[in-house]
C-alpha cells in the first residue's frame, strides 16, 4: 500500500519549512532548504520566547495574565509538534515504509476500494482543517488590523526587546507575528490531519484485514485447476494473516510512540483554552471584534482533540472487529489443524489497538467527553455568576453558545 494520500501533508510541511523533501539529493538545494527551515524555526521559537517573557511581565494583572497564557498556549503546542517533526522524522520514514511490505498491497478490487475511500476522507478532513485554522488566523489579524494598528499593539501578547510603539519598529514586529500566525495555522492543520491521516491508513489496513479473514472459507476457490495441498493453503493464509496483524500492531504502537507527548501536550492546552475561553466570553461585548476570533479559536482547539480522539477510536473499534471477521468466515469447515490455529489466533486477536500518553488519555470518544466536559463545568460556574455590565441579550448569547459546545459533546 502505498502513503499518497499523506502527500498534501508532506507538501505544506515541505513548503512551510519543517520537512525536507527526501528527492532532494543536490547539496546546494539541501542547503537552502535547510537555511530556510532554519529562518522558520528562529521565527516560530521566538514568537514562544516573546510570548513566554511577557506572561512574566503579565503577573499582577489578571486579564493580560490570562490573556497571554490563553494565546501562547497554541504556540507552546506547534513548537513541540515541529520539535517532534524534526526530531522523528527517521522514524516516521521507517513507519511508513512498513505499509510497503507485501501483505499491506492490495488483492483485489474490493481492497481497493477500501483504499480509495480512506484517501478520499483523509484530503477532505485535510481541506477542512487547513480551511477552518486559517480563518482564525486571517480572523485574528482582521481583528488586529481595527484593535492593534491605531494604538500600535500586537495581536499577541509579548515581550519585545526595544521600544516598537515609536518609530518604523512597530511593523517588523507587527508583520512577524501575522507572518508567524500563518505559519502556526498551516503547520498545526497539516501536522493533526497527518496524525488523523496515519490513523485512517491504520484503519483501511484493519478492515483489508477484516475482508481477507471473512473469506477463508474461499480457499480453494482461488486456485482453480491446480492441484494444491488444502492444508499448505490454509496453513499459507494463517501465517500471512498474523504476520500482517502482527505489522500493524507494530505499527501502532512505533506511531504511538512518535506522538505520545503530542497527545498530552494537545490534550493539556485543549482543556486550559477551552476553560479559559468561558472566563473570555464572559467578559467581552458582543459587538467586540476579538469575539469571533474568540469563538474560532476555541473552535479550533476542540476540532483538534475531537479529530485526535474521534479516529482513535475507529481504531480501537477496528482492531476489536479482527476477531469477529475470523469467526464469522465460516472457520469450522477448514482442516483440522487450520481450526486450532484459527481458535488460537482468534483469542489473541482480540485485544484492541489503542493510541494513548498514559493508562489516564486513550484517544477515545469518552475520553474526548471528560475533557469537554472540565470546560463545560467552568462555564457553567460563570454563567452563574452576575456581571452586571452585561446585557440581557449578551447573557442568551453567552449561555446559546454553551449549550451548543454541551449538545456537540
Known amino acids: ?27 546546494r538545494r539541501r542547503l537552502l532548504y535547510k537555511t530556510y527551515s532554519t529562518f522558520v524555526t528562529i521565527m516560530l521559537y521566538s514568537m514562544f520566547i516573546f510570548q513566554f517573557i511577557g506572561v512574566f511581565g503579565s503577573i499582577g494583572n489578571v486579564n493580560d495574565l490570562v490573556e497571554s497564557i490563553y494565546t501562547s498556549a497554541t504556540v507552546v503546542n506547534l513548537g513541540w509538534k515541529m520539535f517532534n517533526l524534526l526530531e522523528k522524522r527517521g522514524d516516521i520514514v521507517r513507519l511508513l515504509g512498513l505499509l ?28 477542512f482543517l487547513c480551511l477552518f485554522f486559517e480563518t482564525t488566523c486571517v480572523t485574528l489579524i482582521l481583528t488586529s488590523i481595527v484593535k492593534n494598528i491605531p494604538d500600535r499593539s500586537l495581536p499577541l ?17 507587527y508583520l512577524h507575528q501575522v507572518l508567524g500566525l500563518i505559519y502556526v495555522g498551516m503547520i498545526h492543520a497539516s501536522y493533526d490531519t497527518f496524525v488523523v491521516g496515519v490513523m485512517l491508513i491504520l484503519c483501511s489496513q484493519l478492515k483489508i484485514l477484516q475482508h481477507r479473514n471473512s473469506e477463508m472459507n474461499l480457499l480453494k476457490k482461488r486456485t482453480p485447476g491446480a492441484v494444491v495441498n488444502p492444508k499448505i493453503l490454509e496453513k499459507e493464509f494463517v501465517m500471512n494473516s498474523v504476520k500482517h496483524h502482527q505489522l500493524l500492531q507494530q505499527f501502532a504502537e512505533t506511531f504511538n510512540n512518535i506522538i505520545i507527548y503530542v497527545i498530552f501536550i494537545q490534550y493539556s492546552v485543549s482543556s486550559f483554552v ?9 467578559n467581552l461585548e458582543a459587538g467586540d471584534p476579538e469575539f469571533a476570533f474568540t469563538i474560532l479559536y476555541c473552535s479550533s482547539m476542540i476540532i483538534q482533540t475531537f479529530f485526535y480522539c474521534w479516529y482513535g477510536n475507529e481504531v480501537i473499534l477496528e482492531s476489536a472487529n479482527i476477531g469477529n471477521s475470523l469467526y464469522t468466515s465460516r472457520w469450522y469447515s477448514l482442516e483440522t489443524g487450520t481450526v ?27 475520553s474526548f467527553k471528560n ?39
Open 1 to 27: 500500500m502505498n502513503v499518497e494520500a499523506l502527500s498534501p501533508n508532506f507538501q505544506i510541511f515541505t513548503r512551510f519549512g519543517v520537512w525536507l523533501p527526501p528527492e532532494w539529493s543536490s547539496r
Open 100 to 127: 510497503e511490505t507485501d501483505v499491506c498491497q492490495v488483492q483485489s478490487r474490493r481492497e481497493e476500494e477500501i483504499q480509495e475511500k480512506c484517501n478520499q476522507r483523509i484530503w477532505n478532513r485535510t481541506k
Open 157 to 173: 501578547k509579548a515581550w519585545v526587546p526595544f521600544n516598537y510603539v515609536d518609530g518604523y519598529f512597530y511593523w517588523p514586529v
Open 274 to 282: 477551552t476553560c479559559v475561553t468561558a472566563y473570555k466570553l464572559v
Open 340 to 366: 486450532r490455529d484459527v481458535m488460537m489466533i482468534m483469542k489473541k486477536m482480540q485485544h484492541s489497538m489503542k493510541f494513548s500518553c498514559s493508562p489516564l488519555f486513550v484517544l477515545s470518544v469518552d
Open 371 to 409: 475533557v469537554s466536559s472540565m470546560g463545560s463545568r467552568h462555564e457553567e460556574a460563570d454563567l452563574v455568576r452576575p456581571h452586571p455590565r452585561k446585557s440581557s441579550d449578551e447573557s442568551r448569547l453567552v449561555s446559546f453558545i454553551h449549550s451548543l459546545i454541551v449538545f456537540a459533546t
